[in-house]
């Protein structure tokens, strides 16, 4: 299956300083791609090339197996097939409605028609009611659904993003999130995201490129990514429920890690001496009674914080140590948990990864 | 974005607006007919124009545009082609003008008068001379031992001219540095009197700005007036239309015609300000223009009288 | 001169129940030159000052710089041409022997909208290209990936700077509105048909009519502030909303 965009061995240079260095790979149309790396690794560089804002210093970009001539007709009819939300919120000083309309009124659209557009946009971002408010005076959460909203209005093939929910507050969080889905879904929206959420990466992507320091260290499936260690992988991914510890290998082929206060836990891996691991917090069951599973974790812990996110429900466990853990909103209900609720978490030895080992 | 274009095109629209109407009013006025009249600040400041010249618009409908400038300057703007007819009051300039054959036809129209006014002490003694050159000599002389002080224009303007030739019959060019009772101002005629009256000093003055002031003076009497050598004479001068061929000639004409005729004349004489007349119509006064400094008024208003309109 | 003073207070007050014809006729002209001078002048100054400001974005390479610095350089040291240098340069164009004389211009409310309006034209332009400048680079960035024309994002920054703009615009009529040296020489001060406001204050002091003058002052400050007022209003609203 051929990509709909492609990179092909692009560089990008700023008086002297190399930026992207051999960048390649390809996503297919209605694919979800996640760009995930450090501050600096050029993820921004990387999707205004995309944009075609930019032009790589070698290097090409294919769209739908046509590589892109960089004048300035191809360039502009490009772009009005491709939709882009930045990193920081770029709004005009004028009314809501205004700003997501002007990607329709640059294209000619009639009146009419731009007004039904405009008020399904908003619904959708679920903004509605906003018309008139100048989009200059907005949270930081509404101002970015609004550049959500112009770009999806003109109903583009790609749409590529640069960590759009960066300074996002959770609820803002979820409702770009659920847009990305829903376009995804719906629309079949070929989605080019950069992120250093890896939460959010494998919530939303399929497939992801780990870029550092301008080239790409691996690209593949989020899970193989994710799984696999790597130095890149730690030095940003935000990774909960880290720790450090002194691991010894027990006689049954696994390792047991201290990692302070008293706890202790299980890993699948062979590995002797001060080691960094992780536990996802959805690998993490949570329970109100002792169960007796495969797992060889299990630990008694008090809930000391609860973020409530929509559908999904954290919890800041202290069982010893802080557990960061994750459930679904049913199940907090339906457990009736609460601040300082006694539960028991249990996770499988299998769970915990290493990040790091001396 | 929708608003922007509609205030664009309100701007343009108002642009192409105020252009017509400006080009309209262009053309409207080069359907009038109009002269440039260039004279003197001072001739412009005394009002006399702004009686006379309604009258002649309304008469021939013709608009008379008045530049009021210094003396050289509106012989250069003559001379250059940017007016039709120039009302000056300085032989110098005026000759220089004919000679130089830009201007043509100049005739004596009417004459005003300057006066020496000073204070009441009057310490250098001039009161009721018959002699300008012997009152600015004893002014001299008083000023000297320290007893009085001067105060002259000092702005190259009309009077300054005319004071400066005064004082050169004497063979003087007065300075502050050679002669420490001698003031330059260089200010007009108003501030000039003003300072006059708080120095208690003498100066030389045309009646207009004195008859103007003259409440606020309360130090200050005329003391020398009506001799032969304070007399100021005003001469009209046409600019050459061979030179100048662009330029409103027949305006111009009927303009002098109509300052130097019995009406012109009746009217000049009728301009006064608070009661008293300011000027003296000559231009048929063949023997008292003569007498001015116009050898050539008799043929040269025959001239005129000949002309058309 | 406290005195003084009030009366003419007193005087300005009078006309504006009275309307004597000749102050009016004295603000019509005022209003007429300088208004007619910054209408063009914007619709000159504006797109250049647009052209120039938004020049910043392309070209890196040593030339364009150049070039643009020149250009500001230009600009800005002709933004402080003094006025009546401009008046001197179009009398001597515009008098009888110069290259215009036959246009016949020298005197007219024309002559005077000519020296006011290139007054005016590098004010405009530098202070557009500054408020046009000063837009961030990732507006037209934004419009341009919403699949705008260059000659649309070019729009929409100008849409951006309008707040800069209308000081440009302000500015350059308080500047013209004000000015005396320059439209005294190209337009005589003629009574009736090229005596303005600033004109007309000098006439008057000149003649040491220092009532006359002070009324004629009073009048153009009103003015003046009002329309600074009207428009600082239109600002705090342009930022308010």
Known sequence: MSFQVEARNLCKEYSGKKVLADVSFGVHSGEIFGLIGPNGAGKTTLLRILDLLEEPSSGSVLFQGVEINYSEKSRQALRRRIGMVFQKTVLFNTSVFNNVAYGLRVRGESGKIIDTKVKEALKIVQLEGFERKNALKLSGGEAQRVALAQALITEPELLLLDEPTANLDPRNVSIVEEVLSWMNRERKTTIIMATHNMFQAETLANQAALLSEGGIEKIGKIQDIFTSPSKALTKFARLENVFSGVSKVSREGTSMIDIGEGVEIEAALQKLGNVSVCVRPEDIIVSVHPIISSARNMFEGRITEISDLGSIVRLRVKAGKDFIVQITKRSFSEMRLNLDSKVFLAFKASAVQLIWSC | MKKPSRILIAVIILAVAVVSVLAYEQYQSSQKSVIVLATTTSTYDSGLLDYLMPKFESKYNIEVHIVSVGTGQAIAIAKNGSADIVLVHSKKYELDFVNSTYGIHRVGVMYNDFMIIGPARDPAGINGLANATEAFKKIAEAGDTGNATFVSRADKSGTNTFELGIWSKLGITPSKKTQGWYLEAGAGMGVVLTMTNEKKAYTLTDRATWIAKRSQLTNLLILVRGEKTLLNPYAVILVNPDKWPQRNYKGALTLAKFMISEEGQTLISNFKKEEETLFTPTARNFDKAHSLGFPTQKQEVGWYDAQQP | ?241
């Open chain 3, 1 to 241: 001169m406290e005195n003084p003073l009030f009366e003419a207070l007193l005087r300005a007050f009078q006309f504006f129940l009275y309307f004597d014809p000749e102050v009016l006729n004295i603000i019509l002209l005022s209003l007429k030159v300088s208004g007619t001078a910054v209408l063009i002048g914007s619709l000159i100054g504006v797109p250049i000052g647009v052209t120039l400001g938004l020049r910043r974005f392309s070209g890196k390479q040593i030339l364009m710089r150049f070039i643009d610095l020149t250009l500001r350089g230009i600009i800005n040291t002709f933004m402080g041409l003094p006025p009546v240098v401009v008046g001197l340069i179009v009398f001597l164009l515009l008098i009888g022997s110069g290259p215009l004389g036959p246009l016949q211009l020298l005197w007219t409310p024309t002559a005077m909208i000519i020296t006011q309006l290139i007054m005016v034209i590098p004010i405009i332009i530098g202070v557009t290209m500054s408020a046009v400048g000063s837009v961030e680079k990732a507006i037209r960035e934004k419009a341009l990936s919403l699949g705008a024309t260059d000659g649309q994002a070019a729009w929409i920054v100008l849409s951006e700077a309008r707040m800069g703009l209308l000081t440009a615009i302000i500015v350059a009529f308080g500047a013209a509105i004000s000015e005396v040296g320059g439209i005294i020489i190209t337009g005589g001060n003629i009574r009736w048909h090229t005596r303005t406001l600033t004109t007309a204050i000098v006439q008057e002091v000149n003649l040491g009519e220092y009532n006359k003058a002070i009324t004629l002052g009073v009048t153009l400050l009103l003015m003046a502030f009002a329309i600074n007022l009207a428009l600082t209003i239109i600002q705090l609203r342009g930022t308010k909303r």
